[in-house]
């Protein structure tokens, strides 16, 4: 999922070849020096110290652009997350699950080490190479003892880890489940709180269990890095017991040479446990990748937007549905909804009321209408022209839906500071004198639900689009104010020309819309102008 840039890896690799070859310069004098085969005074000191202010220099200057890259590939995957998030059809998305995408955010960040992982990988193999070179050099049957033994503790701790990777996947299971129960409690806090046993069983049965399950098995993870990294130190210093006690005494390694075989393996003991331990960090990359992979794949778009070059048109004279179906397609072949054939004709101007119990398909029907779900079959022509991308009819219709959500900023193009219009609807919907200025931080506070319905339906008309679409949107109004919606607000906007849609129960009010559309069973079953209205339409 992570794409890292050529010049990166260019920048990587000449660091980390030119930190090696300085690091096993600077050994190679404290080597040759303590063995007294370099004289202090030919200045090889002036050396060193040249070599060590090069070496951190260097570091310096890498570890600024390796933040720099870091922090770059971070920023494109969590751009790329927000994109596909964006891009997925709400239908998947209300099908998979919000807490995949927590869980996706948390699997991105882990590849926040994945340059210093690179970095520490080829710093530690380059250095362990020159320096095996240098020991080969010596003594070529001592080195390959040697290298043997380090092989040897490397893949026992490259078994034990890859035994770990499905644990780890587990836990990232463990923590999508953890993010599902997250939500139910901000999304059903007041549910959770008038209910005791719903809260204990919440806790106890899920919460509890989920925490209990996920930390034993973290721990477990944990200690098993824990102690397989102690392998790799202990089995360090029984490396160093077979130079000092072992090779001597059987002739293959010579005892000018064991100060020399330490020395190097004490300062190559660090670059062995990094490339030794980099497989923990390496295993979690492999399965947040993988992870990533299986995300990007389950909420891959089934139908590719096509994007016109022209520009959308801004307004309509007409929009016909014509023989529209759609099916949720749940897993559950008895469960499944099916909404269709569905044939209508909405004109510009017009007032269009929906009706229907629970179930009917009325709010299906808003999702089609709003671009949110793709027809499975019929078409949508716009001034008689087929619609080819759900962009299309986006670009007509502002909405209000029952679940409605103020944005925290202003993702919009109009602007409320010093906006006479906007001044003007706040008087409109009896906000004046809650909302007493002009800012964003006064406008996104928060509200009652009907006032915030009234600011959700002024940020709508704000967009100045042609089409509004409300949703129960008079439900979580006073009788007051429902009244002045049906009998002043609904007659003035259509005076200016906007075609409103909207659900509603209020059959006292049907006669101020032009027609009224009574759906179930998720087919349009009734179709009425206000002449034929009925004092009791259900």
Not at 109 to 118: E, Q
Request: charged content about 20%; glycine content about 4%; hydrophobic content about 45%.
């Amino acid at each position: 999922m992570l794409k890292i840039k050529s010049k990166h890896i260019i920048l990587i690799a000449v660091y980390a070849v030119i930190s090696s070859l300085l690091s096993f310069a600077i050994i190679y004098i404290i080597n040759n020096t303590l063995s007294n085969q370099l004289s202090t005074s030919s200045y090889i000191y002036i050396t060193f110290f040249a070599f060590v202010i090069y070496a951190y220099l260097l570091s310096i200057f890498f570890q600024r652009e390796l933040n720099k890259i870091t922090f770059e590939l971070l920023s494109q995957l969590e751009k790329k997350l927000f994109q596909k998030i964006l891009d997925t059809p709400l239908i998947k998305i209300e099908k998979l699950g919000t807490q995949r995408f927590y869980t996706a955010v948390e699997d991105t960040r882990t590849f926040y080490s994945l340059p210093a992982v690179v970095t520490a990988a080829f710093s530690s193999l380059l250095m362990v190479v020159l320096c095996l070179f240098y020991l080969v050099k010596l003594s070529p049957v001592s080195a390959v003892i040697i290298m043997v033994a380090i092989m040897a503790i490397a893949g026992i701790y490259y078994v034990v880890i890859n035994s770990l990777s499905k644990s780890i996947e587990k836990v990232k299971k463990y923590n999508e489940h953890y993010f599902g129960y997250v939500q139910d409690v901000i999304s059903g806090f007041k549910e959770l709180m008038i209910s005791d046993k719903r809260r204990k069983k919440l806790l106890e049965n899920y919460v509890y269990e989920n925490r209990t399950a996920s930390y034993a098995l973290d721990f477990k993870i944990s200690f098993s890095f824990l102690s397989i990294g102690l392998i790799s130190q202990y089995g360090m210093y029984i490396i160093m017991g077979i130079i000092l006690f072992i090779l001597p005494e059987l002739g293959w390694l010579k005892r000018e040479f064991v100060i020399p075989y330490v020395l190097v393996l004490l300062f190559i003991a660090g670059p062995i446990n990094n490339l030794i331990n980099l497989q923990d960090v390496v295993t979690r990359l492999f399965v947040a990748n993988k992870r990533l992979e299986t995300f990007y794949e389950d909420f891959k778009n089934e139908k590719i937007v096509n994007e016109h070059d022209k520009e959308l048109a801004a307004d309509f004279s007409k929009l016909n549905f014509r023989n529209i179906h759609f099916n949720y397609k749940n897993d559950s072949a008895d469960a499944n909804f099916e909404l269709g054939p569905i044939n209508l004709e909405i004109n510009k101007g017009e007032v269009i009321f929906i009706v229907g119990g629970n179930g009917s398909g009325k709010s299906t029907f808003i999702n089609i209408l709003s671009g949110l779900y793709v027809p499975d079959q019929g078409d949508i022509f716009f001034d008689g022209e087929r619609i080819n991308s759900e962009k299309e009819i986006q670009n007509l219709i502002s909405a209000v839906f029952t679940s409605n959500h103020l944005f925290s900023q202003n993702y919009d193009d109009y602007i409320l500071e010093n906006n006479p219009k906007y001044k003007i609807l706040l008087e409109t919907f009896k906000l004046e004198n809650i909302v007493k200025d002009d800012s964003e931080e006064s406008a996104r506070r928060s509200f009652s639900k009907g006032q915030s319905k009234r600011m959700a339906l002024i940020f709508a008309l704000l967009e100045d689009k042609p089409i509004v679409v409300l949703d129960e949107w008079a439900a979580d109004q006073d009788p007051y104010f429902r009244k002045y919606f049906y009998e002043e607000l609904i007659p003035k906007l259509k005076s200016q020309g906007k075609t409103i849609i909207a659900v509603t129960h209020d059959d006292r009010y049907f006669h101020y819309c032009d027609k009224l559309l009574k759906f179930d069973y998720g087919k349009i079953v009734k179709e009425d102008v206000p002449a034929n209205f009925q004092n009791a339409y259900f």
